[in-house]
């Protein structure tokens, strides 16, 4: 089976740093993403990781340990704008490039 | 390059009802995955459409369905709404192999009432 954990819910400052944890397990890696989803809109994609590391783009950065399970985003500089959810997600062990998500962290960025 | 579009954007319905979403998908992508996605959830992964046919469905009854035609636009159908039904329905485009980003729709919100 596959299974995600995600704190629900976070709350951090405008301009300060805030870092989304997702610990997974799943047979047959290939690879974990992160989408983030403003409210009542659809997910948009952020990053993928499939190899051990940080990947960083701008702002956002993503974090893998495949020997961990384990992930995380960081985001830098918040902006009131990246009050959103962000969900993380494994290709799903049904079919082909489906993803498995977890139920998500609804970050709230404050003045 | 056109988007992934999705419609109704709203709809409301009864229960024992039946309703058809649609699903256009990106240009050039040939995979179509619908989602459904209840309030304070992560999306759930219905079932997956590749050269019209069915290819892979997530833990959901037969009362929900689908269809990809030609130009790989898709049909979510689901029969006999219950009130549990009530979520966003996301539709998301690909290219079918592993790795590769989902392209998502804005989705359809049901309400069944």
């Known amino acids: 089976g596959q299974n995600i954990d995600q704190p629900t819910e976070m709350t951090a400052t405008e301009g300060a740093i805030v870092q989304i944890n997702c610990t997974y397990q799943t047979s047959g890696f290939n690879g974990l993403f992160w989408y983030q989803q403003h409210a009542g809109e659809a997910p948009t994609f952020l990053s993928y990781?499939?190899?051990?590391g940080l990947e960083e783009k701008g702002r956002f950065s993503s974090f893998l340990s495949r020997s961990k399970g384990y992930s995380y985003l960081l985001l830098k500089e918040l902006q009131m704008k990246d009050s959103a959810s962000y969900l993380c997600a494994v290709p799903d062990q049904t079919g082909a490039n489906n993803l498995f998500f977890g139920t998500g962290t609804r970050l709230t960025v404050i003045p | 390059e056109t988007g992934v579009t999705q419609s109704p954007t709203h709809l409301i319905k009864t229960r024992g009802q039946q309703v058809t979403l649609r699903c256009s998908s990106q240009s050039g992508h040939n995979t179509v995955s619908w989602y459904q996605q209840a309030l304070g959830q992560g999306p759930q992964f219905i079932f997956q459409y590749y050269r019209e046919e069915e290819n892979g469905r997530g833990n959901f009854p037969p009362r929900f369905s689908g269809l990809q035609f030609p130009n790989y636009s898709s049909e979510l159908n689901v029969n006999a709404l219950e009130l549990d039904d009530s979520a966003l329905y996301l539709c998301?485009?690909?290219?079918?192999?592993?790795?590769?980003?989902?392209?998502f729709g804005p989705g359809t919100r049901l309400t069944v009432t």
């Open positions: 990781n499939v190899l051990d």
């Open positions: 998301a485009s690909s290219f079918p192999t592993g790795g590769t980003e989902q392209y």
